[in-house]
């Protein structure tokens, strides 16, 4: 830290001894050595081409294991992503504004703010320090970062002093309205944070890593990995039940940091003033941010989201996952609410983020199509027109008549139902069904092989021989009656681990008696019509990729009731000519993969069912040739491994099946997608094929004929 200082000493221009006096910094070594250590690292700095106050945030941030991270949701802003919010909020800044970081880490966000509002200029800068930036955390080390790279910038230290006697080191959470009204009477002029994300509440498995224990997700538990575990949970519960008291917001789900930071963030930005977050996306799709999107929308004037990928690794996690930059601005008391949302998508480059142009969703359409505000993730005018004609013309769950109405179950918890599980079958044991076991169409498309959770090895089965070879076998007596009453029916299960930009989203197969279900995949029946039709017609629907399109606008990483029951199936009545079609579709293709060894034309054949199930649904939601092609757009991994044509860069075969089929059903011309179609056939290439159960084999499928192991 003490190098880095002499750095910032160097770029700001001012005294090394001078600045370690005024902020109490002992000196570990004589200043000429500090200072050419600090020539060295700033000559490292240059060659980066990154700002070089923003370089000393990265630098001084402190050292968090994974541990750390997990449980306290702490992950530092990348300084892509702190210049993207900067240019956003920091030309509206007034000389004299407050922008408040409650959470500021390294300082990094602030740090960019100022580098924006006052452009190089020193005199400026000197003020806008002494005026206009407060920060908190609850690390003295991270404060001292924050300091250190905002120094960079002058050679005032007396207004780095005076910046500094404004900071907080504090649970910023938990601090009283005094401690913020002492800073800014009215409210901040402009509100910037990177907020933990996690959730208030502790798990055994981040508890046992926490301590130092390897070990995979899903694994068995040790009595004695376990000890100060009830504790440790007890402290963390109460901490939740005390900010659930003081942010409404969190109220309806399982308290997490982010909601309540932004819940503050509403709080303590004055009217007319401004916010910018960096938070899951979640926040537009979970059931449990309700409240916090329409206290959102309710107190803005403005209010626009970007929706990143991690993609760019910003962060130490799943590069799928999905997260916002967030932009509001706050509502002054009478003043009209916001009337159109902002949806903006954004890529990373080495240097810099580039945003698309924005899509404005009304809000009295949003709130007609889904009255709970989730926001659909459409990147373009265009798809927004597609969503809304596709749910306008279609039915919810709510507006079903009976027969209809689905009910969703969890039939055995795979936590706390594991001291019920064996891995022999046994009598009195019954086979448990697991997400990477069902497929579209197809339960048992993968076979165990050996290990236990994540580490667990599976065999992936080939098209036609589908078996059920679990990992696990559950006690009938342990399941409760609900769950016992259910397995003796047929169903329709389906798999919730899933993503956006995943080959297919959304992967659903009958689920037939004797057979029981994880909570990896809910089971889907009608009460109100218990016929196998019914089941099929559901079945055919939501595995068809019009259906699979609507649901990637509101998905995350998983599929479940509530994600499900807010896109609007097609009105199709199940006495009609197309449900009866998609009924008998769907039972040729339960029955095509227990068929035994398959051929090239039974694949060919399961393709065009598939294909014209797909046009069956599109027609029903009132699509056109049009729409279809932007629907296939989102799918870009479908065909991955399929061979590809002399003029194609990858295999549009699925894409020219589709396509063709709907031509075909409209009397039309078959066009190139038809010549396509055909000479992807003679290089061997078969359409609606999932990479994962067509690698090595395609040209010869008498080898695609035994299920491995």
Same mark, same amino acid.
């Given at each position: 830290?003490?190098?880095?200082?002499?750095?910032?000493?160097?770029?700001?221009?001012?005294?090394?001894?001078?600045?370690?006096?005024?902020?109490?910094?002992?000196?570990?070594?004589?200043?000429?050595?500090?200072?050419?250590?600090?020539?060295?690292?700033?000559?490292?700095?240059?060659?980066?081409?990154?700002?070089?106050?923003?370089?000393?945030?990265?630098?001084?941030?402190?050292?968090?294991?994974?541990?750390?991270?997990?449980?306290?949701?702490?992950?530092?802003?990348?300084?892509?992503?702190?210049?993207?919010?900067?240019?956003?909020?920091?030309?509206?800044?007034?000389?004299?504004?407050?922008?408040?970081?409650?959470?500021?880490?390294?300082?990094?966000?602030?740090?960019?703010?100022?580098?924006?509002?006052?452009?190089?200029?020193?005199?400026?800068?000197?003020?806008?320090?002494?005026?206009?930036?407060?920060?908190?955390?609850?690390?003295?080390?991270?404060?001292?970062?924050?300091?250190?790279?905002?120094?960079?910038?002058?050679?005032?230290?007396?207004?780095?002093?005076?910046?500094?006697?404004?900071?907080?080191?504090?649970?910023?959470?938990?601090?009283?309205?005094?401690?913020?009204?002492?800073?800014?009477?009215?409210?901040?002029?402009?509100?910037?944070?990177?907020?933990?994300?996690?959730?208030?509440?502790?798990?055994?498995?981040?508890?046992?890593?926490?301590?130092?224990?390897?070990?995979?997700?899903?694994?068995?538990?040790?009595?004695?990995?376990?000890?100060?575990?009830?504790?440790?949970?007890?402290?963390?519960?109460?901490?939740?039940?005390?900010?659930?008291?003081?942010?409404?917001?969190?109220?309806?789900?399982?308290?997490?940091?982010?909601?309540?930071?932004?819940?503050?963030?509403?709080?303590?930005?004055?009217?007319?003033?401004?916010?910018?977050?960096?938070?899951?996306?979640?926040?537009?799709?979970?059931?449990?941010?309700?409240?916090?999107?329409?206290?959102?929308?309710?107190?803005?004037?403005?209010?626009?989201?970007?929706?990143?990928?991690?993609?760019?690794?910003?962060?130490?996690?799943?590069?799928?996952?999905?997260?916002?930059?967030?932009?509001?601005?706050?509502?002054?008391?009478?003043?009209?609410?916001?009337?159109?949302?902002?949806?903006?998508?954004?890529?990373?480059?080495?240097?810099?983020?580039?945003?698309?142009?924005?899509?404005?969703? +009304?809000?009295?359409?949003?709130?007609?199509?889904?009255?709970?505000?989730?926001?659909?993730?459409?990147?373009?005018?265009?798809?927004?027109?597609?969503?809304?004609?596709?749910?306008?013309?279609?039915?919810?769950?709510?507006?079903? +008549?009976?027969?209809?109405?689905?009910?969703?179950?969890?039939?055995?918890?795979?936590?706390?139902?594991?001291?019920?599980?064996?891995?022999?079958?046994?009598?009195?044991?019954?086979?448990?069904?697991?997400?990477?076991?069902?497929?579209?169409?197809?339960?048992?498309?993968?076979?165990?092989?050996?290990?236990?959770?994540?580490?667990?090895?599976?065999?992936?089965? +080939?098209?036609?021989?589908?078996?059920?070879?679990?990992?696990?076998?559950?006690?009938?007596?342990?399941? %409760?009656?609900?769950?016992?009453?259910?397995?003796?029916?047929?169903?329709?299960?389906?798999?919730?681990?899933?993503?956006?930009?995943?080959?297919?989203?959304?992967?659903?197969?009958?689920?037939?008696?004797?057979?029981?279900?994880?909570?990896?995949?809910?089971?889907?029946?009608?009460?109100?019509?218990?016929?196998?039709?019914?089941?099929?017609?559901?079945?055919?629907?939501?595995?068809?990729?019009?259906?699979?399109?609507?649901?990637?606008?509101?998905?995350?990483?998983?599929?479940?009731?509530?994600?499900?029951?807010?896109?609007?199936?097609? %009105?199709?009545?199940?006495?009609?000519?197309?449900?009866?079609?998609?009924?008998?579709?769907?039972?040729?293709?339960?029955?095509?993969? %227990?068929?035994?060894?398959?051929?090239?034309?039974?694949?060919?054949?399961?393709?065009?069912?598939?294909?014209?199930?797909?046009?069956?649904?599109?027609?029903?939601?009132?699509?056109?040739?049009?729409?279809?092609?932007?629907?296939?757009?989102?799918?870009?991994?479908?065909?991955?491994?399929?061979?590809?044509?002399?003029?194609?860069?990858?295999?549009?075969?699925?894409?020219?099946?589709?396509?063709?089929?709907?031509?075909?059903?409209?009397?039309?011309?078959?066009?190139?997608?038809?010549?396509?179609?055909?000479?992807?056939?003679?290089?061997?290439?078969?359409?609606?094929?999932?990479?994962?159960?067509?690698?090595?084999?395609?040209?010869?499928? %008498?080898?695609?004929?035994?299920?491995?192991?």
């Amino acid at each position: 830290m003490q190098v880095l200082e002499a750095v910032a000493a160097r770029i700001g221009g001012f005294g090394l001894e001078a600045f370690q006096s005024r902020f109490g910094v002992d000196p570990i070594e004589k200043q000429g050595e500090l200072l050419d250590q600090a020539r060295v690292v700033l000559r490292c700095i240059d060659h980066t081409g990154i700002h070089p106050a923003l370089c000393l945030s990265v630098l001084a941030r402190e050292a968090l294991d994974a541990s750390v991270r997990r449980t306290e949701g702490a992950y530092h802003t990348d300084f892509r992503l702190a210049q993207y919010l900067a240019e956003g909020i920091g030309t509206k800044l007034k000389p004299d504004a407050k922008i408040l970081d409650p959470a500021c880490g390294a300082g990094i966000l602030l740090t960019a703010v100022s580098i924006v509002a006052c452009r190089s200029d020193r005199a400026k800068t000197s003020d806008w320090l002494r005026h206009s930036i407060y920060a908190a955390d609850l690390s003295p080390i991270a404060l001292r970062g924050t300091l250190l790279s905002l120094s960079a910038l002058t050679d005032d230290i007396d207004s780095l002093e005076a910046m500094r006697q404004k900071w907080r080191i504090q649970d910023s959470l938990l601090a009283e309205d005094e401690v913020w009204h002492s800073m800014a009477h009215d409210g901040f002029d402009a509100f910037i944070a990177n907020p933990p994300w996690e959730k208030v509440k502790l798990t055994r498995h981040e508890f046992i890593k926490a301590n130092g224990s390897e070990r995979h997700y899903g694994s068995s538990y040790s009595d004695e990995g376990l000890a100060g575990y009830d504790i440790a949970r007890a402290r963390k519960a109460n901490l939740a039940a005390n900010l659930v008291i003081k942010y409404p917001s969190l109220i309806g789900g399982e308290p997490d940091f982010y909601v309540a930071f932004a819940d503050m963030a509403l709080k303590l930005t004055r009217f007319g003033g401004i916010g910018a977050l960096i938070v899951p996306g979640g926040l537009i799709r979970s059931k449990n941010t309700q409240s916090l999107r329409r206290k959102l929308i309710e107190n803005s004037k403005e209010l626009s989201f970007t929706i990143m990928s991690n993609k760019a690794r910003h962060f130490a996690i799943d590069t799928r996952f999905k997260f916002l930059l967030v932009n509001y601005t706050k509502a002054d008391a009478g003043v009209k609410k916001v009337h159109r949302i902002g949806m903006m998508h954004a890529h990373t480059s080495d240097d810099r983020i580039m945003a698309s142009s924005k899509t404005n969703i +009304p809000l009295r359409a949003l709130r007609e199509l889904r009255p709970d505000l989730t926001l659909p993730e459409v990147r373009t005018a265009s798809e927004w027109r597609l969503f809304e004609r596709m749910q306008c013309r279609s039915i919810t769950d709510l507006a079903d +008549p009976l027969p209809c109405k689905a009910a969703f179950c969890r039939e055995v918890d795979m936590t706390r139902d594991r001291p019920h599980f064996v891995r022999e079958p046994q009598p009195d044991y019954l086979p448990l069904v697991e997400g990477r076991m069902v497929h579209l169409h197809r339960l048992g498309c993968k076979a165990y092989a050996f290990g236990e959770g994540r580490s667990a090895r599976w065999r992936s089965c +080939p098209p036609g021989r589908s078996v059920i070879r679990p990992q696990f076998w559950v006690w009938k007596d342990a399941l %409760s009656p609900q769950a016992a009453e259910r397995v003796r029916r047929t169903r329709v299960g389906f798999c919730d681990i899933t993503g956006q930009t995943n080959e297919r989203s959304m992967m659903a197969a009958i689920i037939p008696p004797g057979l029981v279900c994880g909570n990896k995949v809910p089971t889907v029946e009608f009460p109100n019509d218990r016929s196998e039709e019914r089941l099929l017609l559901w079945l055919a629907v939501v595995n068809s990729l019009p259906f699979d399109w609507l649901i990637r606008r509101v998905v995350t990483t998983t599929v479940n009731y509530f994600v499900l029951s807010s896109v609007r199936l097609p %009105s199709l009545d199940m006495g009609s000519s197309p449900a009866r079609r998609l009924v008998e579709i769907a039972r040729r293709l339960k029955d095509l993969d %227990s068929k035994g060894d398959v051929s090239l034309a039974d694949c060919w054949h399961t393709a065009s069912l598939r294909a014209e199930a797909d046009v069956i649904v599109a027609s029903a939601y009132g699509c056109n040739e049009d729409d279809l092609w932007m629907i296939i757009d989102d799918f870009p991994l479908l065909d991955r491994e399929q061979p590809s044509l002399p003029e194609s860069s990858k295999s549009t075969v699925t894409a020219d099946m589709l396509i063709s089929t709907w031509r075909h059903q409209k009397k039309c011309p078959g066009g190139d997608s038809f010549r396509r179609l055909r000479e992807a056939e003679k290089l061997g290439a078969v359409p609606y094929l999932s990479s994962e159960f067509s690698r090595g084999s395609l040209g010869t499928f %008498s080898k695609i004929g035994r299920c491995p192991g």
